[in-house]
């Protein structure tokens, strides 16, 4: 039962992450984009790990395509004009492939060891998912996470530089 | 019982997508997004192997991750506007300054 | 007591950099640059005066002054270290002593000149290096210092570097000191090498002079490296085959040709072998050798003496001539001899070459006055100044007299006990002797025809710059003088037994060199140690031939001024030939000279032009082919770079599964 609720979502999201590389209009390739995250999120769920499907939504899905949805609507763009050259296509479709199977043969090949860690299914269900990343995140990556703050707020004054229009 | 192989292989058909995307498209919005759906598919793969090891640490990168790309969106979509307004378009073809 | 050597040569060379990168822009007046290069070495010659004395009243005569430490590599140590000794206190006072009076006479002939102050921080220079060669207290320090007079006699001899002639004196002196550089080096080499392998690694000159005796009487190693450093000799000392840059230098001005080419430099290569007398001593090949070189030099050098109307090439000659005599005296194991005429030598020469340069001085003024373009150092325009420059007639005179080795005078000391030592030394043979006592026949000839013809009979200078012939200032007639004094009593210091003296100088140099003529047995041979009737005899003799010399030359020059003239056109060849120095300069161009710009016009056609600017070019043209075709993939469209990464990132990942 599980399995195949597995591979009803995979195979959404794989559909859908073929529209996105493959829509005329941004718009749809947006729209396509937002329902693979959803997918995403789906996993995240299905892999005892609630909070990050939820900041999967929220970031993701919420506030990174909206923006990207406001920047396609601002721009006002029409559909690409035209089609590539034959030959980036080959050498694109080549390069991929390649990237897929070389992923592949190490997802095939690589000794995932079995568990190491300390946080099972049973520590998770008693403890709760958000507790545990927040107990991690703020003792043992403090310092990262600072430094990440600090990176939003910089990208925040950058994109206010750029895009206003005079200075 | 779904393994770990399972995810990672959606992951990694993700990213051959995104790839293609990212060297096929031309509007550099679509190469944008299709860069976030690599990202994501990396994230896909981080949370599994978590998972599958038992340990915080992949979520915890998951998580930095997506606050880059959060920063990357605001600054890439700026940039985008910016150059728009300078030359009318943002097929990535009429982008050749790297050129001198 | 001797812990302040160092300051001897560190004068000058504080002269020499304060005249040096002061001089031009911020001194600029000729006075303070001249009070400063003189100062120097005046300074010098104080400290010298003191450390001379100190050492005549001690009766330990080796002292060795180290301040640092210069290089240490396995068992060999060598310092910064001067050594002081009889030979070097008596070369420091001839260095320090001529030098500043040079360097006084200096400020009024260069007077005017432009880079006045270069000059002095060369000449400055210069002394430095002579002192660090002479205080050297092993043979890298001396090689320093014979390597550095080498430069600023290049340096000095291109002063008026504008002049082609200059420059070409110049090079040619230094590729030819060059060549005996490198036998020095050589020699060097060998005795480090040959010490060495009997367990003594040093440079050090003491300990050279004290393991000697490890190298074996008469051994091929120890005659090789001798002859190896007296190849160096020559290069330095300008003795055949090496002679030919020495009458070439004269195109430097006249006080550096005196105290260089004449009282100083020169004579480093007869020091150098008063310095390794022990090795000289032990082989008795190379002695015959550096006695025959340094007599032939002399006669050669004095023949062609003969026939130079240039006022400074006859000197040039005679100097060739009189360090030949010095060499003889060196290789017939007279090497307190040697030393001794080393000393009057720098006096009366210095003497001459200044007077010299005071007359060609007021000539210059007299024809620069009368807008004339004669040629100030030709003798053919001179004659009969006696009467307007008497100061410099009387010094030039009294230098003439000891030349020529008239008694009483200091040439005639040095000279005699050279000539007694060649004809009665274990080392010597009448052979030499002969040729030593016709090149002193020789030298009082054409010393005399070059006094008369410059200070005797008619003044043949042109009508209108002949009244304008004036004696020079003081700073110039006070060094002859001085030098003139001193050229008349100089050689009292080493009056001969026989003449009733005690000869000092002898004794004074005792500890040098008698240690190697005791073991090795050179000296007068026992049979004529005490007869004194031939020594009276012998000397007899050439004051006879130095007579016969000047006699000639007053014939020919004074009494019957048209008889040279009918001998150069009876024996028009042989004029030619002397004239043009035998043709030694050309024939050693045709048989080194060409044959090295032959090959090197080979090496620069070929080698240079098509191998390795080819290599260079080819190295240019293959990179801007290869950027050619690369720039096609520079497009500037950022996806076929991403492209190029995603290979990039294939390949690697690829390399990383597969390993």
Known sequence: MEILFFYLVALVALASGFLVIRCQSPVNSALALVNTFFCLAVFYVMLNAPFMAAVQIMVYAGAIMVLILFVIMLLNLGIEARQRYMRGIVWSSLG???????????????????????????????????????????????????????????????????????V | MIGVYHYMTVAAILFAMGTYGVLTRRNAIVIFMCVELMLNSVNLTFISLSRHLQSMDGQIFVFFVMSVAAAEAAVGLALMITFFRNRETIDVDQINMLKL | MYDKLWLIPLFPLIGSIINGLLGKRFIRNE????????????????????????????????????????????????DWGFLLDPLSALMIMVVCGVGSLIHLYSIGYM????????????????????????????????????????????????????????GDAAKKAFIVNRVGDFGFLLGLFTIFWALGSNGVWTLNFVEIAENGHLLGFGGAVVTTATLCFFLGATGKSAQIPLYTWLPDAMEGPTPVSALIHAATMVTAG??????????????????????????????????????????????????????????????????????????????????????????????????????????????????GLRKRMPVTWATFGISCLAIAGIPGLAGFFSKDEILWWTFGSSHGSIFVWVIGAIAAGMTAFYMF????????????????????????????????????????????VGVPAVLGGSNHIHHFLEPVFGHAQEVYRIGIKEALEHNHAIEYGLMAVSIAI??????????????????PALFTRRFARLHRAVFNKWYIDELYDAMFVNTIKQFSLLCWRFFDVKIVDGIVNGTGKVVSAISAGLRHTQTGLFQNYALAMVFGTVVIVAIFIFN
């Not at chain 3, 430490?69 to 396995?74: K, L, N, Q, T």
Request: charged share 10%; hydrophobic share 55%; proline share 2%.
């Open chain 3, 270 to 383: 007869v020091y150098m072998i008063g310095r390794m007398n022990v090795l000289f001593a032990m082989s008795p090949v190379t002695m015959g050798v550096v006695a025959l070189i340094g007599a032939f030099t002399a006669i050669f050098a004095a023949s062609i003496g003969f026939a130079q109307n240039d006022i400074k090439r006859v000197l040039a000659y005679s100097t060739v001539s009189q360090l030949g005599y010095m060499f003889m005296a060196m290789g017939v194991g007279a090497f307190t001899a040697g030393i001794f005429h080393l000393m009057t030598h720098a006096f009366f020469k210095a003497c001459l070459f200044l007077g010299s340069g005071s007359v060609i001085h007021a000539m210059h003024h007299a024809m620069h006055h009368a807008h004339l373009d004669d040629d100030p150092q030709d003798m053919r325009n001179m004659g």
């Open chain 1, 96 to 166: 991929s492939l390649l990237m897929f199977l070389v992923a592949l043969f190490i997802i095939k090949r690589g000794r995932v060891t079995g568990a190491t860690g300390d946080i099972t299914e049973y520590t998770i269900q008693n403890f709760g998912h958000t507790e545990l990343i927040g107990m991690t995140m703020f003792t043992e990556f403090l310092l990262p996470f600072e430094i990440a703050g600090i990176l939003l707020l910089v990208a925040v004054v950058g994109a206010l530089v750029l895009a206003k229009r005079d």
């Open chain 3, 546 to 563: 130095a007579l016969i010399g000047i006699g000639l030359a007053t014939m020919l020059y004074l009494k019957r001024p048209e008889l």
């Open chain 3, 111 to 166: 007077h005017g000149e432009e880079g006045f102050y270069r000059y002095f921080s060369y000449l400055n220079l210069f002394v430095f290096a002579m002192l660090m060669l002479v205080l050297g207290n092993n043979a890298l320090v001396m090689f320093i210092g014979w390597e550095g007079v080498g430069l600023c006699s290049y340096l000095l001899i291109g002063y008026y570097f504008e002049k082609k002639s200059a």
């Open chain 3, 31 to 78: 006075k303070v640059i001249g009070a400063i290069g003189t100062g120097a070495v005046f300074l010098s010659f104080l400290v010298s005066c003191k450390y001379f004395f100190q050492l005549l009243g001690d009766p330990v005569k080796t002292h060795q002054n180290v301040i640092a430490s210069w290089m240490s590599v396995g068992k060999l140590q060598v």
């Open chain 3, 449 to 492: 025809r070059c006094l008369f013809m410059t200070f005797h009979g008619e003044q043949r200078t042109h009508v209108k710059a002949k009244d304008h012939v004036h004696e020079s200032p003081w700073v110039i007639t006070l060094p002859l003088v001085v030098l003139a004094f001193l050229a008349v009593v100089g050689g009292y």
